[in-house]
């Protein structure tokens, strides 16, 4: 439309001009001193839209070169940046390639002119970690920390991980931790505080934080009970070495799930042992193994010393009736009546528990009281089965 537009007024003009020119004919005189020039109208007409088409053409020029020097520094930014970028993706290159000296060159050449220098720092961290020049891998993580937009989360995050890589478990947890209240349950952060409290053996961070995880599913079922097992059996562990309140009231803020884990109740019940409490680990036992009849248990409830042997050994005898065949239950009845020093019964319990399910430690344990009660020449075909077990 608008080339339409544009012929349409260019023939007007044209047409008005030789209708003017037509009817105009007259002449143009130029007298300068003694010169004299004289020509058509219709030609000065033409020479001075020509000398108009010069001038503007004269003045675009002009105007195109007053422009040229920034056009031209436009141009030199761009080509700089161009060979920024260029160092850059050849340095990460090298850095997967594990040429990591090339690499650290590449980042750091040209920082500069860079479109995100804090991402040239990082990787240069990280090639300088990969040479083991820890202290400068730390440099470069402060510069790439300094400026605008940069990338804090990212920074923090690859460099706790390479702390971890260290063994700097100390430096590397506080920035995890300081990363997880950026952003409150970010799996890979979780994931690594897991790992680096349990390489600490920071069991009370650990605690809190599985039950977190596990409601987040950032860790399965089965991975959350393993690690909540293990700390609260570290946790109790240094409990007892408190004494024995402080013991026990550790074992009262465990959670119910754990108060019925067998590993749990076992540690538990040893420290209580440990600190001079074994009818309190008789009892803990003996209700444990009343709602969950367990091997390692009943072992342990074997092997308690009380003053009293004998009120164990009835109810492991009231158990017997419920588990006639089993071996385990068998040999602690037979330590019982041993401990009670009911010879015979202790003699016939062992005896059934090896013909049920022949151990190392049963073999053991009857060949010592065989060798008690009847010399060591009877008890040695005990003591020779034991070593080919």
Known sequence: MKRLIFV??????????????????????????????EMTLTFALIMVGLAFGVLLLALLIVKAIIGTPGQLSLWFSSRKRAEARKKFYQGITFLAEGCYADAEKKLTADIKNSE?????YIGAAIAAHCQGDFAKSDKYFAKAAIGKNRPEFAIGFVQSL?????GNNESALAKLGH????????????QHLIEGYEQAQDWQSLHALIP?????????????????????????????????????????NLPKIMRLNAEVISKYASGLIGDGAPNEAEKVL??????????KLIEQYGKIKISHPEKMLAKAEVWLKQYPDDPDLLLAAGRLAERAQIWTRA??????????????EA???????????EGAETAIDYYRMATTI
Request: no cysteine.
């Open 8 to 37: 349409i007024l260019v023939i007007a003009f044209s047409m008005t001009f030789g209708y003017f020119v037509k009817e105009h004919t007259g002449y143009v005189l130029i007298h300068v001193a003694n010169t004299r020039i």
């Open 347 to 360: 003699k016939e319990y062992m005896q059934a528990s090896i013909d049920r399910k022949p151990t190392r």
């Open 162 to 166: 390479l702390h971890l890589e260290r």
């Open 116 to 120: 995100r220098p804090q991402l040239n």
């Open 286 to 295: 003996s209700d444990a193994l009343k709602k969950n009849w367990n091997p």
């Open 179 to 190: 990363l997880n209240q950026i952003k409150p349950n970010h799996e890979p952060v979780m």
């Open 363 to 373: 073999l053991r344990t009857i060949g010592l009281l065989v060798e008690h009660l």
């Open 212 to 252: 977190i995880a596990k409601r987040k599913k950032i860790v399965d079922e089965r991975t959350a009970i393993d690690i909540e097992v293990n700390s609260t059996i570290a946790l109790l562990d240094t409990a007892q070495n408190s004494g024995l309140e402080v013991l026990k009231a550790s074992w009262s």
